[in-house]
């Protein structure tokens, strides 16, 4: 499986603001900085973000963005899905794929298997753990 970019982007702004956590919102333009993205890049993730329910935005001068549960209870699955809807290695595990081999597929189960333990993996990993394991 393959991390896209905007997944690794979203993880980087969330990490970012779990660092932040409890200290107040963070304007976009000092998370983008602090994680070297680009600043309209982080501006087309944000609102799978919030539309996810993981940040909350608050106007004002200052204002900025923040997340909306503790780190402890954010995982890389739960990002990963905001940005991404399908964590799947191959396409014929989508929700919506046809595939005229699927009756007779002897690789599909270890397709199905790699698929739930990477979801394993990215819902067992907060990111307050992203933060330990930075700060080691």
């Known amino acids: ?5 905007k997944e690794r982007a979203a993880l980087r702004a969330m990490v970012e603001l779990a660092r932040w956590y409890g200290e107040g919102p963070r304007p976009l333009g000092q998370i983008a900085s602090a994680q070297g993205l680009s600043l309209a890049y ?3 993730i944000v609102p799978d ?24 209870t954010v995982s890389v ?6 940005v991404e809807p399908a964590l799947v290695p191959v396409d014929c595990l989508e929700e919506d794929a ?19 333990r990477i979801g394993e993996t990215l819902n067992a990993t907060s990111l307050a753990d992203v933060l330990l394991s930075s700060e080691a």
């Open 77 to 82: 699955g739960d990002v990963f899905c905001a």
């Open 98 to 116: 046809s595939c005229e081999r699927l009756d007779r597929c002897a690789t599909r189960a270890v397709w199905q298997t790699l698929a739930e």
């Open 42 to 44: 982080l501006e087309q």
């Open 49 to 72: 973000l919030r539309q996810a329910g993981l940040i909350a935005s608050v106007r004002g001068a200052h204002g900025g963005y923040l997340l909306t549960r503790h780190p402890a």
């Open 1 to 5: 499986m393959r991390v896209s970019a």
